[in-house]
DNA sequence: AATGATAATGAGAAGATTTCTCATTATCAC
DNA sequence: GTGATAATGAGAAATCTTCTCATTATCATT
């Protein structure tokens, strides 16, 4: 299933690429390169963060995996799921919720014509604290 | 002038304060603490590089500056004009333009809402390429 | 204007994230 | 199975930023 994704990348279907757009799969949320790392040490398996870097990279250049640069050091990665989404992020717990707003979308097209430029890709993160009672806290 | 907002801020007015806020002023562009650092010294001024990222911090905390993250490494700084706005940057040389569109902000607040977390910042930037003929190029 | 308490500086070390190098190992078309 | 080639893992290195600390500058008080 998703080793023909691999294949279909041009890239050979190895053991650390599998587990590692395995691994993206079944957590489903945004993991950077050394959560990767870390969680799959932590399941025995025998893997250089180098190679982490490396695949998340290459999947990233094949359309599997889109990047997230959040505030705050790491990148992060997740399964390209096809449709674009932007980002709510909770700065205390680190939440991270999904939305598309059609309207700003549009928008946007419109500020960019404005000023005329084509538009390669965009990024809004919007952060703040999630609902939760240990995150309002002052 | 420039020197009050310093002082305002809870900081001693220094002679390293002073350049990189009247740089920062003059440029009135999007500078690295990199970019400070090699402005200054060609100017003939003796200053460190780290002396620049801890000001830049500070001035970041008092409300002078933004910092913003555009993808790709380094972080950029610009007098806080004291109007929120948020960038289109192109990514073949560089461009950055300001724009602020009171359609996405008020869509922001109602998804924000409507996943229950509370602004606290936001930052969208739209990367392309702009209308110079030389960043249009395949 | 001199003094002294305190904050700020500059230089280099160190931290954090990511990429590079290269010898060894695995993949896959034949 | 074999061999050409790509991929890996380990550590070095690059990049950006922060920390440490001895020295120096600021500024309220004299």
Redesign the interface.
């Known amino acids: 299933m998703e080793n023909q994704d691999i294949k279909k990348a041009g890239l050979k279907i190895t053991l650390p690429r599998v587990k590692i757009l395995t691994l993206l799969e079944k957590h489903g949320g945004h993991l950077s390169a050394e959560d990767v790392y870390k969680i799959l040490l932590d399941e025995g398996e025998e893997i250089g963060l180098a190679t982490v870097y490396r695949v998340l990279t290459q999947f990233e250049s094949a359309g599997l995996v889109v990047r997230q ?1 959040f ?1 705050g050091g790491q990148s992060v990665f997740e399964i390209d799921s096809g449709t674009h989404h932007d980002h ?1 992020v ?2 205390k717990c680190g939440k991270v ?1 999904e ?1 598309l ?1 059609a ?2 979308e549009k ?2 097209e419109a ?2 014509k ?18 939760k009672a240990e995150c ?1 806290l002052e």
Chains 1, 2 share one sequence.
């Open positions: 640069n505030e709510l909770c700065i919720e939305f707003d309207t700003i928008r946007q500020i960019a404005k000023f005329g430029f084509t538009i390669k890709d965009h990024a809004l993160v919007i952060y703040g604290c999630c609902d309002n």
